[in-house]
DNA sequence: CCAATATACTTCGACAGGCGAAATATTGGG
DNA sequence: CCCAATATTTCGCCTGTCGAAGTATATTGG
């Protein structure tokens, strides 16, 4: 039985060890965490609109075009217009957006088979379902003071 | 058993539901996650240099000097000069700085004790053992690239 | 003992990214 | 047709990171 004190203390010890690598993935791609959300969305739902984007990421909609830009100026996003609106511009995978999304999928799956090399075939389908137990949890949890709180809390500084 | 594209969607759809939290937190104290790293190694090792301080980051120093600046004019640190040698610059925890960690970690076993609600006594025992594998795991895989590496791989764009 | 070099840190200037407010374009209702 | 509503972009400000140059102190070789 370990006290939250000690908790603390090894995954501050340890942190850097996971969280680490994910950081050198994003680099070698040289996509920031957004950018890379925003591909993963695009890929999902193959022509995703400005506003839901922005709303995945919980991001302002100035910002969201601002990540979209930079995605479209290294030829990974296409943006189109909506036919029925055509107001709302929708963004898509390019034919290398969807290359680098494949390259980036081996490289995640990769680290998978590395997990399952770690653990043993019943240890791993533990940690799934004790992971899968924490989200249902904390979703719970969330639930209660969700009501009317917009998609980002604005905190004063000073 | 489950398939790696299963676990890709399986954790695209939720991780908001696991890191968003955190990033509440850290918005809470209006803290960046770089600060509340120098608080920590500030609180754990009470006079910190600048240099080690820079190194524990991984960032240049340069961006430690920043970062340290924004901690000492919130209040939380203080600047100290070595005795031995007149050029190191130390930093420590203020009074304030002692009580918003308190503060902090007050949180954080909060969160830890919500995990302990949701999850049974030996179910939260096997998910550390896990996690303890899967870190020494991971730790071994890194010992061989990591020869001459320096702190921080330079990529270049475009 | 002291000039040259090394070390620890800060300052400066450039640049990227996030965001609110204003601007633009399109829709839909009266 | 006009006007409010909606979807998005543009603009300007601000924060944060970082390399290079600058400052202060330590160390070392002659």
Known sequence: MYSNDELYEYVLD???????????????LSLSAFELLALMMSEKYQAVTMGSLAQ??????????????????KGLLARGRSEEDRRVVTVSLTETG??????????????IDRVRDILSAEEF?????????????????????QEKVPQRRIIEIE
């Open 14 to 28: 340890n942190i850097q060890k996971v969280v680490f690598p994910e950081e050198l993935i994003r680099l070698k």
């Open 98 to 111: 969807w290359q680098m999304m494949g390259d980036l999928k081996r490289l995640l799956y990769a680290k």
């Open 56 to 73: 995945g990421l919980s991001v302002p909609m100035s910002t969201a075009t601002g990540i979209v830009n930079r995605l479209v100026k």
């Open 125 to 145: 389908q533990t940690a799934l379902e004790l992971l899968h137990k924490l989200i249902l949890g904390f979703q719970q949890e969330g639930r209660q003071p």
